[in-house]
């Protein structure tokens, strides 16, 4: 059974007419300036989908996001190792977990900060489990003894070894980031017990 999370909405410091401000100056902004896109592939799939590209530059018509937020799930799952751990994103459930990825630790009761390693990661990633209120892992640290191409599927490790919360990341802008996500997958894959059950 999922972590159920508390029931969220009662801090708005906007008000709906502010929100929906917000919003039509998002869709002006993705619709005229547009966004810059350097993978082909992206591009290929903004085509596709509708967005008019002009060389590295996707200018997307509110239609298109229109389209995107009326197929978007209303409910979405951030599987955990253990099932126990599942969170579901739905209506108003929060949930808080860790986050930021910095590359220097500071001990407890140290005056300096040290450069972060991959045993730092794996014992947070420890704490992080034991942590009755905290819901999930966004990988807390990048280290800095092991080399970076190697960062991504060594990161994803030493959490899921060490917890069995859900655990994420954005492996994107990380040296090596294309291997390092066919990495992670297959290290899902392995865990999970294979591709189909990933």
């Known amino acids: 059974m999922a972590r159920p999370g508390p029931q969220g909405g009662q801090y708005q410091p906007l008000t709906g007419e502010q929100i929906q401000r917000i919003h039509q100056a998002s869709l002006a902004v993705l619709e005229r300036t547009g966004v810059h896109v350097e993978n082909e592939q992206a591009l290929d799939l903004y085509r596709e989908g509708g967005a008019r590209v002009d060389g590295n530059r996707v200018f997307i018509p509110p239609s298109v996001i229109q389209d995107a937020l009326e197929k978007a799930p209303s409910k979405v799952l951030l599987a955990g190792r253990d099932p126990a751990q599942d969170l579901v994103l739905e209506g108003r459930r929060v949930y808080a977990g860790t ?40 990988i807390p640290l990048f280290p800095t003894d092991i080399a970076a191409e190697d960062a991504p599927v060594n990161r994803f490790y030493a959490c899921l070894r060490n917890s069995t919360k859900h655990v994420m990341s ?29």
Do not use: K
């Open 170 to 198: 954005n492996v994107q802008g990380e040296a090596g980031s294309l291997l390092g996500v066919g990495q992670v997958l297959e290290l899902g894959a392995m865990i999970a017990g294979g591709a189909e059950a990933l």
């Open 99 to 138: 986050g930021g990825s910095p590359t220097m630790v500071l001990d407890p009761g140290a005056d300096a900060v040290r450069p972060g390693t991959l045993q730092d990661l794996a014992d947070l990633a420890r704490l992080a489990g034991a942590l009755e209120h905290c819901d999930f892992i966004a």
